[in-house]
């Protein structure tokens, strides 16, 4: 059983050892995240996080297993009537289903939230499997391009 647990300052390390790794961040920022780099994105993380007691960045965690990954849902920041999604696994954890119970729990939690409320993925065009994911949940493309740099597509999820 999957749970989500909002991050706190205390868990910057569990943060690190997701970001740090390459396959992991292949389609997020092309590598690794240096400490410096993580603890910069995660001092902005937690501070969506104290803005709004439902959303934010949560910890995956699997009864069984531990610390599989992370999320988030959050308010698009192009679009605040919109939300976003988004999740990492650790590789380990990769076509093992992971991605889809993420993803169904993240919808869910979407839909008691804000149950009107569009919700726009982001990825990079190259992760197949994750614009498989999400079009497995009804979402469509509606951009492939280049922004600020970097190789984007973004489906969205209309209500």
């Known amino acids: 059983m999957l749970q989500f647990q909002k991050y706190t300052w205390e868990d910057f390390q569990d943060y690190c050892s997701l970001v740090a790794d390459d396959h992991v961040m292949k389609y997020i920022t092309g590598k690794g995240m240096s400490e410096e780099r993580a603890r910069e994105k995660f001092t902005s993380i937690m501070q969506i996080n104290e803005e709004d007691d439902l959303l934010g960045y949560f910890k995956v965690i699997d009864h069984d297993i531990g610390l599989i990954g992370d999320c988030k849902l959050v308010r698009y920041k192009r679009d605040r009537s919109a939300l976003e999604i988004g999740y990492l696994l650790k590789q ?68």
């Open 92 to 159: 380990v954890f990769w076509k093992k289903g992971f991605g889809s119970g993420v993803c169904k729990a993240l919808l869910e939690r979407a839909a008691e939230i804000a149950p009107d409320d569009d919700i726009i993925g982001i990825v990079d065009p190259d992760n197949i499997a994750s614009c498989r994911l999400l079009e497995k949940f009804g979402f469509k493309s509606y951009f492939v391009g280049e922004e600020h740099g970097v190789p984007t597509q973004k489906l969205v999820l209309r209500r």
